[in-house]
């Protein structure tokens, strides 16, 4: 089966490449819903059509979030059934994209697919619309070869996730019992490699929690040659505070953040060892070789557990300032300083909140200023841990040792996915990410792009996953209705695994 899969798939390279670039053709910008809804509803129409052509279930769900005042783009739901005693995969993937322009310094109009040195330019290709279609192409490839697919897969589809993804969470917490109410397995691959030529699996990413902070000192700006000297300056509170939160060696300076950091065991730090991974080469994708040549930390196990493992705290503007070009004496009145912090497992949101608000209480009384300051968490999300040994993380392994002749690297990534807490939250199933494209794809970024050795790649490791699943045995996980395990039982070793909780797995 393999080698006819695999033929199948490297005789249809240009085929795959013109879908996609009729795909990244369409310009479904997400934070642009006033001009560009109707494209996101074509483009989710458009792998409708794909579906039926491939003869699979589909609807195209109303947003659930959606109103008459502000109409969002439908969830596309597939459903490709073949046996319901067989183990059910659901796949996720995005159709929706950053905006583009080729002002903002493209080399090639963004929104036209343009091959260049073995690489596929244009917005969407690799964020995800290369590898939402390549689930597609691997349900394609087994329909023309009359192979039948190992085990049932359900897809689902948005085209907000460029813009918080409204409507899914609440679909996910309306259909997990119905919907997804037999998935036993889960694949998102909407993230990267952290190299450019090995393959890994991800089974950890940091939450946050962003911050706003408010110092206001007066009604209204105030010119500094007639008020400075007499006034009370919220931006010199401001800038105050935001320099107590962490220091230029990137340590956090709140009391009390630390405190549910777990330390690193020896099994975890042993992940780190085999990962392919040069500082060097960091420096140029950080763009700071040509500036300081610096980096926080010298050696890759140390650098990579601070992206990965540790929290952090960047500060990232203020607004309400002068910040045009030129110069301008103005005192403002009212300015907001943004930073976030990147959460790690066992780090409440709830918590961090109220360690930076008391932290932030201290500090401002020590400034003894008659001002007035506010705090605002606008955002917080769980960060998200799963186990490298669940099965599903097996399966995905096996998959890319069958295609690229080797084990891949297990990472974890410093920034927030957090359809993937959503799903295991409600479902109780595990999640898997399986990232396919390279660490410089530049998603979000001018020259997106997607290396065909990727696509092709990408597609044959899909299609090798799906037989890795059907190889499970045991029964579904999402119909098992077993008692929990008793403490006694969970020390059996490999005992504890989402999806695989039960007694009948003992």
Same mark, same amino acid.
């Not at 935001?242 to 777990?262: A, C, F, H, N, W």
């Not at 309400?320 to 497992?345: C, D, Y």
């Not at 400034?367 to 099965?391: C, F, I, R, T």
């Given at each position: ?114 091959? *260049? ?5 244009? *917005? ?20 023309? /070869? ?54 890994? /699996?991800?089974?950890?990413? *940091? ?19 007639? %008020? ?76 990579? %557990? ?201």
């Amino acid at each position: 089966m393999k080698e006819r899969f695999f033929a199948y798939v490297d005789e249809r390279q240009r085929r795959y490449i013109d879908q996609l670039g009729e795909a990244v053709a369409i310009p479904s910008v997400s934070s642009q819903l006033d001009t560009h809804l109707p494209d996101i509803q074509k483009m989710m129409e458009y792998a409708a059509n794909f579906i039926q052509r491939l003869g699979g279930q589909w609807e195209l769900r109303d947003n659930p979030d959606g109103t008459s005042e502000r109409p969002l783009p439908p969830l596309l739901l597939g459903h490709f059934p073949v046996d319901p005693r067989k183990k059910t995969v659901c796949v996720y993937g995005h159709l929706d994209v950053q905006p583009a322009h080729i002002d903002d310094g493209w080399d090639s109009e963004p929104f036209v697919l343009t091959e *260049r040195d073995g690489k596929l330019f244009g *917005r969407g290709s690799t964020d995800d619309k290369g590898p939402a279609l390549s689930w597609l192409w691997v349900i394609e490839a087994h329909k023309e /070869l009359g192979i039948d697919l190992p085990v049932n897969i359900k897809i689902l589809y948005e085209g907000m996730e460029e813009y918080g993804s409204e409507g899914l969470f609440t679909f996910i917490r309306d259909e997990h019992d119905k919907f997804l109410g037999d998935v036993d397995f889960f694949c998102i691959s909407d993230n990267y490699w952290i190299g450019k030529s090995k393959p890994c /699996l991800t089974y950890g990413l *940091r939450g946050l929690a962003y911050f706003e902070l408010i110092v206001q000192g007066c009604e209204q700006d105030l010119h500094s040659g007639n %008020m400075g000297g007499a006034v009370h300056e919220a931006m010199t509170d401001l800038i105050r505070l935001m320099g107590t939160l962490v220091d230029s060696q990137g340590r956090i300076l709140i009391e009390g953040v630390m405190d549910d950091v777990k330390p690193v065991t020896p099994e975890e730090e042993a992940f780190y060892d085999p990962i392919e991974f040069d500082v060097e080469s960091f420096k140029e994708e950080a763009k700071v070789k040509s500036i300081s040549n610096k980096l926080l930390h010298g050696n890759k196990k140390d650098l990579l %557990m601070a992206r990965w493992r540790f929290p952090t705290l960047s500060l990232h503007g203020i607004e309400g300032a002068f910040s045009g070009s030129g110069a301008k004496t103005v005192i403002p009145a009212k300015v907001k300083g943004k930073f976030s912090m990147r959460l790690v497992p066992d780090q409440d949101p709830v918590r961090i909140e109220q360690v930076v608000r008391a932290h932030i209480a201290r500090e401002f009384e020590k400034l003894n200023s008659p001002n007035k300051v506010e705090l605002n968490m606008l955002h917080g999300a769980k960060s998200w841990l799963s186990s490298p040994d669940h099965p599903n993380y097996a399966a995905a392994a096996a998959a890319i040792q069958t295609v690229f002749q080797t084990t891949p690297d297990y990472t974890r990534e410093g920034g927030s996915i957090p359809i993937t807490t959503a799903f295991e939250e409600a479902t109780g199933m595990n999640a898997l990410l399986l990232p396919i494209g390279a660490c410089d794809d530049m998603a979000h970024s001018q020259n997106e792009k997607y290396n065909i050795t990727n696509l092709m790649n990408g597609i044959k490791v899909l299609g090798m996953y799906l037989h890795e699943l059907g190889k499970i045995g045991g029964p579904k996980p999402s119909s098992c209705r077993c008692i929990p395990l008793t403490e006694e039982e969970l020390m059996v070793p490999g005992a504890f695994m989402k999806g695989f909780r039960c007694k009948c797995e003992m």
